[in-house]
């Protein structure tokens, strides 16, 4: 591939664990969660359900006020180097950057926020405040509601859409989507998992090294 090519280009990128260090979902589980949030973590780790059903059953366990999440987002996360430089780049190289992220849109959006990034487009699970519990849910490209394959389905419709995709994600459910990629980027258990597959990547820690391939292919 290179990125001299007649069609567009748009860079998809997860957000827990790959543009943050570490999973915020799992930070504010761990921290508010009223319940045993692990064990329906173990559930989904074991395909007995899917990704939209781990999101409803470990949120309802939480029940504190938007602002107070926010607030502790803000105080605890830690953002992988050259995130913003990444950003800028495709800007220049008129490439399309989006999240697409199996985490809830309340806490992405309050990071960017705080970095002055907000204009990105996030497409995530959506928060509901409820009286006694977040609810979360998530939509497809074609706006019903979706259990699971939400990064998958995206990354077809922006094929679809005429887009050749640059790829980055950390975890065993970014490998759907990092398989339709023309250029894919991986790290933690995301590498071992394309190498089982034989999928084409460049390992990587932080931003700056996504960069530094990217320029190599102008």
Known sequence: MTLNNPRKLLFQSDFDGTITVGDISFLILDRFARGDWRSILEDYKNSRITVGEFNKR??????EERSVLEDYVIANYELRPGFKE???FCDEAGIRFVIISNGLDFYIRTILKHISMDNIKVFSARTTFGSSHLET???GPDGNPLND???EAFSRYFIASGYDIIYAGN???????AHLAHK???TESLVAKLKETGKDFHAFEDMHEIIAQLKKLL
């Open 171 to 177: 975890g065993a459910s970014d490998a759907p989507a």
């Open 86 to 88: 990444l950003v800028s």
């Open 137 to 139: 849910e998530y939509f």
């Open 149 to 151: 394959g939400f990064k």
């Open 58 to 63: 470990a949120f309802a366990l939480v029940s």
């Open 184 to 186: 894919t980027f991986a």
